[in-house]
T-cell receptor, first 115, second 115 residues
């Protein structure tokens, strides 16, 4: 069975600085997807970024980028120029290809951006 | 475009009562899922569906029933509520696009308290 581990329950960063959230996963699959979701205090789950395992290039979305290390089964999220609105819980998630939308989530990292 | 609509947003039940959490999506997504979110445990999959008439159990299915009679609707039934079912429940839907799988669209969640 696949598992996703986020080893940092809480993190904080100063506004305008850069922060990296860690995620590791365990799988024997070769073809899969990885995601980062953001959950602000409003409780809404928002997709931040997506990575396909067969693509070597790391995904980027504006200030958000990932460091995908397939051999190490690591998928970290880097937030550049942190903003107060980035304060949220962040979840890493895994889905094997063809799994019919069956995502497996990590425990989450609570990020606080301080002014 | 409403996306994924969950009702109710809040609910208090007494132990032993039953109820149905409603979920509807208007995006013609084939995949739908129910998750529960508990502090420190991330999101755990309760049940999921890959299409109308097809459902399967996730990680924590005990005490819950689902059905998928239409593509749009995926209700979650609590058969006999227990305090351990106090949680935030999320419904989500997704599809495979031309470029692959792009992750879930989530509803806004239901906070359920069982007393």
């Amino acid at each position: 069975a696949q598992t996703v581990t986020q080893s940092q329950p809480e993190m904080s960063v100063q506004e305008a600085e850069t922060v990296t959230l860690s995620c590791t996963y365990d799988t024997s699959e070769n073809n899969y997807y990885l995601f980062w979701y953001k959950q602000p205090p409003s409780r809404q789950m928002i997709l931040v970024i997506r990575q396909e395992a067969y693509k070597q290039q790391n995904a980027t979305e504006n200030r958000f980028s990932v460091n995908f290390q397939k051999a190490a089964k690591s998928f970290s999220l880097k937030i550049s120029d942190s903003q107060l609105g980035d304060t949220a819980m962040y979840f890493c998630a895994f889905m094997k290809h063809g799994a019919g939308g069956k995502l497996i989530f990590g425990q989450g990292t609570e990020l606080s951006v301080k002014p | 475009n409403a996306g994924v609509t969950q009702t109710p947003k809040f609910q208090v039940l007494k132990t032993g009562q039953s109820m149905t959490l409603q979920c509807a999506q208007d995006m013609n997504h084939e995949y739908m899922s129910w998750y529960r979110q508990d502090p420190g445990m991330g999101l755990r999959l309760i049940h999921y569906s890959v299409g109308a008439g097809i459902t399967d159990q996730g990680e924590v299915p005990n005490g819950y029933n689902v059905s998928r009679s239409t593509t749009e609707d995926f209700p979650l039934r609590l058969l006999s509520a227990a305090p351990s079912q106090t949680s935030v429940y999320f419904c989500a839907s997704s599809t495979n696009g031309q470029g692959g799988y792009y992750g879930y669209t989530f509803g806004s969640g239901t906070r359920l308290t069982v007393v």
